[in-house]
Every structure is written in structure tokens, then in C-alpha cells.
T-cell receptor, first 110, second 114 residues
Framework: EDQVTQSPEALRLQEGESSSLNCSYT??????LFWYRQDPGKGPEFLFT???AGEEKEKERLKATLTKKESFLHITAPKPEDSATYLC???????????FGTGTRLQVTL | GAVVSQHPSWVICKSGTSVKIECRSL??????MFWYRQFPKQSLMLMAT?????????EQGVEKDKFLINHASLTLSTLTVTSAHPEDSSFYIC??????????FGPGTRLTVL
């Protein structure tokens, strides 16, 4: 059975304090790994798609990396507006269905 | 990025009534749309996959007669919760598949069944 595990469950950072979020996966065949940001009461907002081990993508203060077993979302010098729940999801079949992890709730304080 | 809308954004209904939620892709055509349910502090759980012009495919444990899905056009899918009960109260989110880029999500619909 495909599994996606995110850690930590919650993370509190001070503004400017860089850190990384982890997404570990056990799947039969990875077609893509997706990172989303979700604010309370809203739908997920697309951040990145990674397809193969060694791939990296960046957007502002965020950088996503992928290995054969896990993905990291690195947050450099975070700001309070980066506070949100970060979700990772894996696609394993041609039907494009996603299996989501439980998310990491990030809080960035002044 | 691709934009998906949902209507209504929230709805309160009495137990036993039916509620329809609309999901529209505004700037792209979505031959495939997905419906998810999210309970408080939990992640998204896929309910069904909706393909334009054909019957929806439901995930294990999701009652197809209770959650009716219609995908009548390339930009519109609807989810009808029939005979709603308090345990159906949840946050329902749809997404549209925008080619190889992946899924883009709507803002969600908060359903409260009294």
C-alpha cells in the first residue's frame, strides 16, 4: 500500500530561522511528488512538482528536493506570511490520483 | 496557475436534505476532476475521480448513491450530497487536472448538516 508520511507534524520558527520539512514515501512506482500550501479554510495552493531523484525546484524562500525515498521542503529565512500547512502528495498511477500526507503545520513568529 | 472555483463556499442544511456543490475550471479545460473531503486537522482524502462524459470512479468506502457526481462539461463538475446527515459535515474540495502540471484545487466548500 502506498504511504506518505510527513514530519514534523507541527513546526514553530522565528522569522529568519531556516528549516526543512520532510516527506517520506513508500510507493510502488512514483510518477510525481507534489508540494502544496494550505491556509486555514482554503484549498491547497500548488507549489512544486518533482519527477525524479536529484531534481530540485525553487520559488522565493522555498526549495524542494527529491530522493528515491523522500522529499524535503527547505524554507530559507521564513517570514510570518509563510505560516500555513504544507502538504506533500504522490502520484503513482496514470489516472493522476494523488495520495496526500497529513501535512506539517508551520508557524513563523516575529 | 490554473484557477478553479467552487460554489457555494459554505452551506448549512438540515438533516435529510440534499446539497449540490459546483466545481468550475475557469481558465482551462479539465477532462478530469477530483473530489476530496477534509476533516478538521486531517489531510485530504480522495472521494472520487470525475471524467467528463462518463461515470465517476469512487474510492473504496465512499457511497456512490450518497455522493452523486456529474461532470457534464469540460469546465464543470458537481457533487450532490443526498440525504445529508451530521456525519457528512466536512470541508469538500475539488480539483481540476491541468495536463502534466498536475491538479489545481478549488477554495473548498464548508458543509454543516444540522
Amino acid at each position: 500500500e502506498d504511504q506518505v508520511t510527513q514530519s514534523p507534524e507541527a513546526l514553530r520558527l522565528q522569522e529568519g530561522e531556516s528549516s526543512s520539512l520532510n516527506c517520506s514515501y513508500t510507493v510502488s512506482g512514483l510518477r510525481g511528488l507534489f508540494w502544496y500550501r494550505q491556509d486555514p479554510g482554503k484549498g491547497p495552493e500548488f507549489l512544486f512538482t518533482l519527477y525524479s531523484a536529484g531534481e530540485e525546484k525553487e520559488k522565493e524562500r522555498l526549495k524542494a528536493t527529491l530522493t528515491k525515498k523522500e522529499s524535503f521542503l527547505h524554507i530559507t529565512a521564513p517570514k510570518p506570511e509563510d505560516s500555513a500547512t504544507y502538504l506533500c502528495a504522490v502520484q503513482v498511477d496514470a489516472a493522476s490520483k494523488l495520495t496526500f500526507g497529513t501535512g506539517t503545520r508551520l508557524q513563523v513568529t516575529l | 496557475g490554473a484557477v478553479v472555483s467552487q460554489h457555494p463556499s459554505w452551506v448549512i442544511c438540515k438533516s435529510g436534505t440534499s446539497v449540490k456543490i459546483e466545481c468550475r475550471s475557469l481558465d482551462f479545460q479539465a477532462t478530469t476532476m477530483f473530489w476530496y473531503r477534509q476533516f478538521p486537522k486531517q489531510s485530504l482524502m480522495l472521494m472520487a475521480t470525475s471524467n467528463e462524459g462518463s461515470k465517476a470512479t469512487y474510492e473504496q468506502g465512499v457511497e456512490k448513491d450518497k455522493f452523486l457526481i456529474n461532470h457534464a462539461s469540460l469546465t464543470l463538475s458537481t457533487l450532490t450530497v443526498t440525504s445529508a446527515h451530521p456525519e457528512d459535515s466536512s470541508f469538500y474540495i475539488c480539483s481540476g487536472l491541468a495536463g502534466p502540471v498536475g491538479q489545481f484545487f478549488g477554495p473548498g466548500t464548508r458543509l454543516t448538516v444540522l
